[in-house]
């Protein structure tokens, strides 16, 4: 590497990276609130507008929440590691509740009108999203929030941590892409072909839920991005050269 | 890192991780070829099985022989970078021309049945797709195997190259899942909730396609699967530390 100079060139346009994903990101939720409500009947607990809390709720949680909770490690450079791993976790919270908020409204739906559960590639992919989103959080916890883990331990685990966080990011914008697809040919096939309004919005929505993976894809990856080593991590001997939630190796 | 007494053991796991995801791609392949030939009528040039070349070929071109053309610089550790560079860029050729064959396939029927094109999420994310790919393809052929590029200019491309690259791998296998999905919706949406054989093996198929991914992504990610510095690579000062095509830079 040539050192400093282009590392600290290059972090100046990091806000700028951060204010796109948060401007992409916001722009998903609204989208699809305006899609559910102004095109597909509005919100409801019952009846078929409860089906319509689902697209939100996974956008809100496992798109748009989860996405920022991986920023934080970019975003809070200076906050002591501990500090933001309390945040990371607490996004990651607030993620799980509001979608199993989503998957309550889907499965209810599912069942006041006795359709089948979990038939669709959809189902599948969400489903396998959520579940290993859910291990993931609770081994986060488990190795690198609690004391338990020995230092040798987490530094085994933090990069398969990294790399299945980036893997559960792209996995929820693709199951929210089927199930874009999915709500578009349930509702609108005869129309759909036609370049109706719905249909373009939908595609729109997509569309910007991969710009949003991208851009936070990019941010966590890019290596003149990372996180400034700090003594604590070294201390647990935390080290890796790849993916990484925070340092560069002082020494190899 | 604790040095090369780990990465020695890792590395007598990388051919278990090659080798499945080669079994996990053939996979693919042939239950893309057993679906469309099996339950959608077969293979043609004209009618609508002319469509079905359509699947067969995105899954085998910009799937398959692209993950495998992301895979050589793992698997051929020991060559010369610059055959590595050679069989990376046919095979994406290959990937090329069998993905614009699926292309033809699909407008082609598109035309003939009065179907208009790209109204649909599966076909601006995979033009996209290919699209990214081109770019991608002329890009990397330019900057890496004429020397037209300076080793600056190189070196400034390498992390985006990669980046773009497992990018891609992503885009592709979500275009086909959602293909898989409208597939499935146009043809048998009445029984496909039922778990009728068909739609089984299909929702298969995505996570499959999945899995492939996901091997591919991880072999190609991993620190200690990277190929060993080499005196070629040094003296074009492509060093870098992410997400790589080859080195582990031998000095910061």
């Known amino acids: 590497m040539e050192g400093m100079p282009l590392s600290m060139g290059s972090l100046r346009t990091l806000p700028w990276y951060v204010a796109g994903s948060q401007v992409l990101g916001v722009a998903c939720v609204v989208i699809t609130g305006v899609w559910m409500g102004h095109y597909r009947g509005g919100y409801a607990w019952d009846g078929s ?29 200076n906050e002591t590691k501990r500090s933001v791993k309390i945040l990371h976790a607490l996004l990651h919270m607030m993620a799980l509740v509001i979608s199993i908020v989503g ?25 396998l999203t959520f579940v290993l989103f859910v291990l993931q959080w609770l081994l986060g916890l488990g190795f690198f929030l609690f004391p338990w883990a020995s230092a040798q331990l987490r530094s085994w685990y933090l990069p398969l941590h990294v790399f299945f966080g980036l893997l559960l990011l792209a996995m929820s914008v693709g199951s929210c892409l089927l199930g874009i697809t999915e709500k ?67 020494s190899p």
């Open 103 to 127: 998957l309550v409204a889907v499965f209810d739906f599912h069942s006041s009108a006795k359709i089948s559960h979990m038939y669709s590639l959809h189902s599948w992919c969400g489903m």
């Open 184 to 250: 578009l040919l349930f509702s609108i096939m005869e129309s759909y072909i036609m370049f109706t309004g719905e249909g373009v919005l939908a595609n729109t929505l997509g569309l910007l839920l991969v710009c949003f993976g991208v851009v936070v894809g990019y941010v966590v990856t890019r290596e003149d991005f990372r996180r400034p080593p700090n003594p604590e991590e070294e201390a647990l001997s935390v080290h890796f050269k790849t993916l990484s939630e925070g340092e560069i190796p002082s």
């Open 49 to 77: 507008a409860q089906f319509n809390n689902h697209p939100l709720c996974m956008v809100l949680g496992l798109v748009f929440l989860y996405g920022d909770a991986v920023l934080v490690y970019r975003v809070f450079r």
